[in-house]
């Protein structure tokens, strides 16, 4: 199992302070030691100018016993291991151990060979180059240190002891002091600098631990936690850290990938739960567009075959029509067949309307706009119907808005549509009613609206989607089914659309829109008792 971050952090900063510091601790305890070695030579170098000075009078009288006595008077003092005098032949003339009085040295010993380990001895030597450390046999540590003494005036010159004036070195004074003290303090000093060193770790960890979890780990467990969060889907929560240093700024950048990732969630779920209404919607758009290509595409085949049929018919009706005329205009004329030859006339002259309807609705023509007022060309169109006995019993309602813009159209051929529409609906009243006739600007501004609404007897609904197919009709043995047909065409020619709300029994409402710059605006949303689209909605019919 890996460690986690805090124990791997500690772990690594710890064994990079104990290398530093044992090569410290190292170092140090060889700079003492070198210091302590050198007060020991110091020490045994002064102990064997002392020796010379307090045996000096007795060596200048040779008085070798007195001599002997002073050796082992000072040695006795605590620190010192062994003193003893040599001459120049090597041989031990005085030495605190007396059994080795009286032998002989060799130069190799180690007394010796820091002068003698070269071809010639050397007359003047340092004292550390004087020095050596050595462990007895009894395992004891010791330093011992050569000092020469040299043939000065007053050896030389003495009238009781006499030497040659051309020697140099009359002797060697060897002393040795025990390196235990040394030692103790050396051991002392290590074991004082491990226990610091370990409680200087113990204490830098403890710290260490504590900063790296305040600063380090708590906030990367912070982000650790959020992340899993995230993992799991929750994403309201946020990483609240102050600092503002690299953690926080990552702090700071998570919680913006975060409330990013919650929008993508939301918008995704929006999508999901829109989905099957925004479907329903889309078929519904393609359904009503797919109707509205087979009503042109059926208008379109529709309009070839009648444009044929009305010119192959027209020729025999109007030959029919005149013969009928001129004949039911003879005196001759039996007036018993004057009722059959006026029907005749009648059902002509019918037949005539039919064709001439028919090729209106098959003649493509294009319209000849220019501005308009829509409420001149409604009332217009209601000064021509107002005054038929069709319209006796029927209460008609304009509400104009006056203040819309004049817009590019036919107005000859929109007299025909709205003729056509209050016809329509004065017709659905039979027994009277209102009619109500509103114009306006949608609320988007870009179309002008004219609404048609009658209270008549309705249409049913599954004729709502039938009433602008040519030829279609309720009306027995009236009309020729085109005038709807003829209105849409004119209508979809003006880059508009007309729409149309029923409830049987309740009457009907008629909605056209126009757009103010000549823009195609689509299909108006139109279904239901009411019509979608509150900017130009018209009130129901009551």
């Known amino acids: 199992m890996s460690l986690r971050l805090l124990p791997k952090l500690v772990i690594w900063i710890n064994l990079i302070l104990l290398i530093f510091m044992a090569l410290f601790a190292y170092i140090n305890l060889e700079s003492l030691k070198k210091l302590l070695l050198e007060e020991a030579v110091t020490y045994a170098d ?12 007795q060596m200048l009288y040779d008085d070798r016993g007195r001599t002997q006595e002073i050796i082992e008077e000072i040695g006795k003092e605590k620190g010192i291991g062994n003193i003893r005098l040599m ?6 003339i005085c030495s605190t151990q007396s059994q080795e009085i009286g032998t ?5 010993d180690e007394a010796c060979n820091m002068c003698h380990e070269t071809g010639n001895p050397a007359i003047h030597a340092s004292s550390m180059n004087r020095s050596r450390q050595f462990t007895r046999h009894d395992g004891k540590q010791l330093l011992g240190l050569a000092k020469a003494i040299y043939n000065d005036e007053k050896c030389h010159t003495a009238a009781c002891h006499f030497h040659p004036a051309d020697i140099k070195v009359l002797g060697v004074l060897d002393v040795t002091i025990p390196l235990d003290h ?26 260490l631990t504590i900063f790296i979890q305040q600063l380090v780990n708590q906030p990367v467990q912070q982000l650790v936690k959020h992340t899993e969060k995230l993992a799991r889907g929750e994403m309201d929560g946020t990483v609240s850290l102050a600092s503002g240093d690299e953690l926080g700024d990552l702090a700071d950048s998570f919680n913006r990938m975060t409330l990013k990732l919650k929008q993508a ?17 889309r078929t519904k758009e393609i359904t009503a567009i797919q ?6 595409e059926k208008l379109a085949s529709i309009g070839e075959l009648v444009a044929g049929i009305a010119h192959e018919i027209n020729n025999p009706l109007t030959g029919i029509l005149v013969f009928s005329s001129l004949v039911n205009d003879d005196p001759k004329l039996d007036p018993e067949l004057k009722d059959d030859l006026k029907t005749i006339v009648q059902e002509t002259e019918r037949c005539s309307k039919i064709v001439k309807g028919l090729l209106d609705f098959s003649r493509e023509s294009l319209p000849q706009k220019k501005l308009s007022s829509i409420n001149d060309i409604l009332d217009l169109a209601l000064s021509l119907v107002e005054h038929q006995i069709l319209f006796q019993n029927i209460a008609l309602i304009k509400d104009y808005t006056f203040d819309m813009p004049d817009i590019m159209l036919d107005p000859n051929q929109f007299e025909q549509v709205f003729i056509n529409m209050l016809l329509n609906a004065g017709q659905s009243m039979a027994n009277g009613g209102s009619l109500n006739i509103r114009t306006g600007i949608t609320e988007d501004g870009l179309s002008e609206f004219i609404g048609i609404s009658d209270t008549g007897c309705g249409i049913p609904e599954e004729n709502l989607t039938k009433i602008f197919d040519p030829f279609f009709s309720t009306k027995e043995n009236k009309g020729t089914g085109l005038g709807l047909s003829v209105s849409y065409g004119i209508i979809r020619n003006h880059r508009g659309d007309i729409c149309v709300q029923s409830v049987v029994g309740n009457g009907t409402t008629f909605t056209i829109e126009l757009p103010i710059n000549g823009e195609d605006r689509g299909e108006i949303a139109c279904g239901g008792e009411m019509y979608s689209r509150k900017d130009s909605m018209l009130p129901a019919p009551t």
């Open 87 to 92: 001459d120049k032949t090597g041989t031990i």
């Open 46 to 57: 002064k102990l064997g100018d002392t020796v010379i000075r307090a045996t000096q009078h």
């Open 182 to 207: 040394m030692n103790e303090q050396l051991a002392t000093y290590r074991g004082t600098t491990i226990a610091i060193t370990l409680l200087l770790m113990g204490l830098i960890s403890l710290f």
């Open 291 to 296: 109707a509205q290509l087979i009503r042109s």
């Open 265 to 281: 969630r939301d918008e995704l779920e929006d999508w999901a739960k829109n989905l099957e209404t925004k479907v329903e919607e």
């Open 104 to 108: 002989l040295l060799d130069k190799k």
